[in-house]
């Protein structure tokens, strides 16, 4: 199970936390990432990060602006999102996933951002 955390309403040109919480599996084997979904839109990747935090990846879209991270030892993942525009708003997921290509997703959390 994976339980994201940290969305809410912000200002344009500030900045949120999300958090992800893993429970039930062996979260250090996954590769975990963030995705979102605007109303509207297709789901994208947003940033991705190997096990033990090798190798993030972020989309060309937050690529400056955010940061991935995680802490395995507490099955913990972050997403620290600064700058915040406009187009930011969407609901943001995390994924887990393992080498066979199992996918495991949690609820999402909201993020709005506006004035």
């Known amino acids: 199970q994976l339980v994201e955390s940290g969305g809410g309403l912000v200002e344009p040109g500030g900045s949120l936390r999300l958090s992800c919480v893993g429970s039930?599996?062996?979260?250090?084997?996954?590769?975990m990432s963030w995705y979102r979904q605007a109303p509207g839109k297709e789901r994208e990747l947003v940033a991705s990060?190997?096990?033990?935090?090798?190798?993030?990846r972020y989309g060309d879209s937050v690529q400056g602006r955010f940061t991935i991270s995680r802490v395995d030892s507490k099955n913990a993942m972050y997403l620290q999102m600064n700058g915040l525009k406009r187009e930011d708003t969407a609901m943001y997921y995390c994924?887990?996933?393992?080498?066979?290509?199992?996918?495991?997703w949690g609820q999402g959390t909201e993020v709005t951002v506006s004035s």
């Open positions: 990060i190997g096990s033990g935090g090798n190798s993030p």
């Open positions: 994924k887990a996933e393992d080498w066979l290509k199992n996918e495991y």
């Open positions: 039930g599996l062996a979260f250090g084997r996954y590769l």
